[in-house]
Nanobody, 123 residues
Framework: QVQLIESRGGLVQTGDSLRLSCAASGRTFTAFAMGWFRQAPGKGREFVASLTWIDGRTYYGDSVKGRFTVSRDNAKDTLYLQMNALKPEDTAVYYC????????????????WGQGTQVTVSS
């Protein structure tokens, strides 16, 4: 059973940067991908970024391209999300997710989810 533990988010101001991390444990398969999704109040869960572990291939949602960067630490089985130039519309609960297979942009493809962490960007 894969467990995903996310770092704490926080309250930042417009234009600030913040890095989230997600540590995976209990993984027994080698074909593996992790991603980030977010959910703002009253909205659906939106794709942010994802990464295929074996080759590092990444995908980004249109609203975060050029501002957010997803990366991994193989030794620690940890995924990171570096968020720069944050905007109030980035305010959401951010969820880490994992799946057996390649990275995709569809939340339905992910089997494992973290507990979520709140990121609030003030204007």
């Amino acid at each position: 059973q894969v467990q995903l533990i996310e770092s704490r988010g926080g309250l930042v101001q417009t234009g600030d940067s913040l890095r989230l991390s997600c540590a995976a444990s209990g993984r027994t398969f080698t074909a593996f991908a992790m991603g980030w999704f977010r959910q703002a109040p009253g909205k659906g869960r939106e794709f942010v970024a994802s990464l295929t572990w074996i080759d590092g291939r990444t995908y980004y949602g249109d609203s975060v391209k050029g501002r957010f960067t997803v990366s991994r630490d193989n030794a620690k089985d940890t995924l990171y999300l570096q968020m720069n130039a944050l905007k109030p519309e980035d305010t959401a609960v951010y969820y880490c997710a994992a799946r057996n297979g390649e990275a995709t942009v569809y939340k339905g493809d992910y089997n494992y989810w973290g507990q979520g962490t709140q990121v609030t960007v003030s204007s």
